[in-house]
């Protein structure tokens, strides 16, 4: 009787998972796309490659291009919008540059540059429309970050013997513009890479138990299950792995339950590396690569492969359930057929 009872129980656990797919909504922009920003179901912005922005709001439907004026040569590796106007783009590489719209695009204001040879941007992330922060790779030791408080018209280098010590070899993925999340309106978790595979947060960093020992391995990217909704019960997941072998499964992803105090590694991982994690609700999460999407029902213990399709972005909507994804010159969408 039990076999029966779980047997059912997984064949309709599978068709749930497989009722969610991909719909491709833009295809053949040769950008390869890393930032995305969904502000609600008819509103995202997505940034990349050769100075490339692009908005929709109406759920993806139809999309505006545009490439920043003097910026045609840098890569916007992430963006955060606010609403069908407003967005904030970083450029990675020396100097260092952030860039705000208020116009939809038409004009764009350079609000921070930063030109310290060895200078990097990797992910932004705002806990609301006037407080943010920028990470960044190691400097002399340690890892850059920067704050604003002004809806990101100015922004505040952290002083340097106030930031996170990296060891050698060991710095972050500007894969998704993911690996820094936002906990409270005052507190920032954020996951490092390459020699060495790191969470940081309160008190000392802990090892994750992700691939590490070389430039190509260690954690892309961080979720966190409603952080504002749990002050005191924090779930993380992390995903990553090794990006010159994409379809390698061995140690791309961990998880906790007890806010970052030790870790687990699933009983079923993503299917290759993964470059980007989200929740979706809850339990549900799903995670995306140039390998492939996975789809996770139960906090992240177990993974299911619901596509091929190749993407370095998924992001949920702030305000609504729209999902998208974006990659090389590809947006999609996530739906329930």
């Known amino acids: 009787m039990k076999k029966h009872v779980l047997a059912i129980l997984f064949s309709g656990l599978t068709s749930l998972l497989f009722a969610q797919q991909i719909e491709l909504l833009s295809t053949g922009n ?3 796309l890393r930032g995305l920003s969904v502000v609600n179901d008819k509103i995202a912005w997505v940034s990349g490659s050769h100075g490339a922005v692009g908005r929709t709001i109406d759920s993806g439907k139809t999309w505006t291009w545009l490439k920043v004026p003097g910026f045609e040569k840098r890569d916007f590796r992430d963006i955060e919008a606010f609403d069908a106007v407003t967005a904030i783009i970083i450029a990675v590489d020396t100097p260092a540059i952030i860039l705000k719209t208020s116009d ?5 204001k350079k609000v921070y540059e930063n030109n310290t040879p060895g200078m990097f941007l990797d992910a932004m992330e705002f806990w609301n429309p006037q407080s943010g922060v920028v990470l960044g790779d190691p400097i002399n030791g340690r890892f850059f970050i920067a704050h604003t408080f ?5 922004w505040h280098p952290t002083s340097f013997d106030k930031l996170p010590a990296a060891d050698s070899g060991e710095a972050c993925f500007a894969s ?13 978790c954020f996951v490092s890479g390459g ?7 309160k008190g000392d960093p802990v090892e994750l138990p992700l691939l590490q020992g070389a430039n190509s391995y260690g954690a892309n990217s961080i979720a966190v299950r409603n952080p504002k909704k749990r002050k005191n019960s924090v779930n993380f997941v992390v995903v990553g792995g090794d990006f010159t072998h994409d379809s390698a499964a061995t140690k791309n992803c961990a998880l906790t339950n007890d806010g970052g105090k030790t870790w687990m590694a699933p ?8 470059s980007c994690v989200e929740y979706i609700s809850d339990t549900r999460l799903i995670t995306c690569g140039t390998s492939g999407i996975d789809i996770s029902s139960d906090g992240g213990m177990n993974w299911q ?17 729209a999902v998208f994804l974006a990659g090389n010159g590809r947006i999609a969408k996530l739906v329930w057929k």
Do not use: Q
Request: some cysteine; charged content about 30%.
């Open 30 to 32: 040769k950008t390869s």
């Open 150 to 154: 002004d809806e990101g018209k100015t």
């Open 195 to 201: 020699l060495r595979s790191r969470f940081f947060w």
């Open 305 to 321: 492969l619901i596509s091929r399709e190749s993407f370095h972005v998924c992001r949920k909507a702030k305000e609504g359930k």
């Open 104 to 108: 939809g695009g038409g004009r764009w």
């Open 176 to 188: 998704s513009g993911t690996n820094i999340r936002g906990l409270n309106l005052s507190e920032a």
């Open 267 to 274: 009983a079923v991982p993503p299917h290759g590396y993964r």
